[in-house]
């Protein structure tokens, strides 16, 4: 990878990285993805107006690399991961969960936040692949980044989960004064990377077909829990805080031969809502 593209991710907190898959790769992961999602989301008939605002922003299954066999090649690709570890500057990465971000057609834009605030990880060594399975302009939902917001250490929680994020809050972040989002325009085959703690949001989906995209979140080996934040990531493995997050819910993405099998014990019933709505994997 050429050293620009890192300096650009290192000072930017944002890169695009053109051509990673072939055209033929992200013809098969599309479909298997659309496979995935109806089969995830069959016992959901809702039309998006029905939807709370935050699923109007998109249609979301994390953790698919466990139930499907296919998909788990994508999330563990070591082309992916190898570039996201040289971005970070880390050797190792761990998965900390995958997830589809479907915009349909018609969905609103996603507000803007920092993603680092959402995760009880303690270190601030994150980072998302974005993948998108179509070309992506300002139509379609295309992420906007606030470019330098990585460099803030500090995790501001942005509540996007119960709608429309107002102006006078996203004021109140000193990180964003002045600044506006650069929306980014992708091909099929390209990938967005983006740090833990980068502001970003995106537009929403004004064209006739749905957005889908898979997007891969990384963190840096040997982080640890660094608080009692609610996460399926680590609690499902009962990490406690102060703990080394290290379990078969996180297990190691790069570098790796092959891909893990699916972590040993099923997600318990504790996690009944999630799984029913096709948001976790049922077993
Ligand atoms: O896909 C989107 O609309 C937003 C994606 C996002 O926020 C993320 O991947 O962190």
């Given at each position: 990878m050429h050293q620009d593209l890192i300096k650009h991710f290192r000072e930017k907190g944002f890169v695009t990285i053109p051509s990673v898959l072939e055209d033929l790769e992200v013809e098969f992961y599309r479909e298997l993805l659309k496979d995935a999602i109806k089969e995830r989301k069959?016992?959901?008939?809702?039309?998006?107006?029905?939807?709370?605002?935050?699923?109007?922003?998109?249609?979301?299954?994390?953790?698919?690399?466990?139930?499907?066999?296919?998909?788990?090649?994508?999330?563990?690709?070591?082309?992916?991961?190898?570039?996201?570890?040289?971005?970070?500057?880390?050797?190792?990465?761990?998965?900390?969960?995958?997830?589809?971000?479907?915009?349909?057609?018609?969905?609103?834009?996603?507000?803007?936040?920092?993603?680092?605030?959402?995760?009880?990880?303690?270190?601030?060594?994150?980072?998302?692949?974005?993948?998108?399975m179509v070309s992506i302009s300002e139509r379609n939902g295309h992420m906007g980044f606030f470019s330098g917001t990585h460099k803030v250490k500090e995790k501001r929680f942005i509540n996007i989960f119960k709608g429309k994020v107002g102006q006078e809050e996203l004021d109140k972040l000193p990180q964003l004064k002045g600044l506006r989002p650069e929306y980014v325009d992708l091909k099929p085959g390209d990938i967005s990377f983006h740090h833990g703690l980068t502001f970003h949001n995106a537009k929403p989906n004004l064209s006739s077909e749905d957005r889908p995209?898979?997007?891969?979140?990384?963190?840096?080996?040997?982080?640890?829990?660094?608080?009692?934040?609610?996460?399926?990531?680590?609690?499902?493995?009962?990490?406690?805080?102060?703990e080394v997050i290290k379990s078969d819910v996180t297990p190691l993405a790069f570098p790796i031969e092959k891909p893990p099998n699916r972590p040993k014990e099923p997600i318990s019933d504790e996690f009944i809502f999630p799984k029913s709505l096709g948001l976790l994997p049922k077993n």
């Open positions: 069959q016992l959901d008939n809702r039309q998006l107006s029905e939807k709370s605002l935050y699923e109007q922003s998109f249609i979301q299954c994390q953790n698919l690399w466990e139930d499907f066999k296919d998909i788990r090649e994508l999330t563990f690709d070591q082309r992916i991961a190898g570039i996201a570890a040289k971005l970070l500057g880390v050797d190792r990465l761990r998965i900390w969960h995958d997830q589809a971000l479907i915009k349909e057609s018609g969905g609103r834009e996603t507000d803007t936040h920092h993603d680092a605030s959402y995760w009880p990880i303690k270190e601030t060594n994150t980072i998302t692949a974005w993948i998108p995209v898979y997007t891969i979140i990384y963190f840096a080996d040997g982080s640890t829990r660094g608080s009692d934040q609610f996460h399926f990531s680590v609690d499902r493995a009962s990490i406690g805080v102060g």
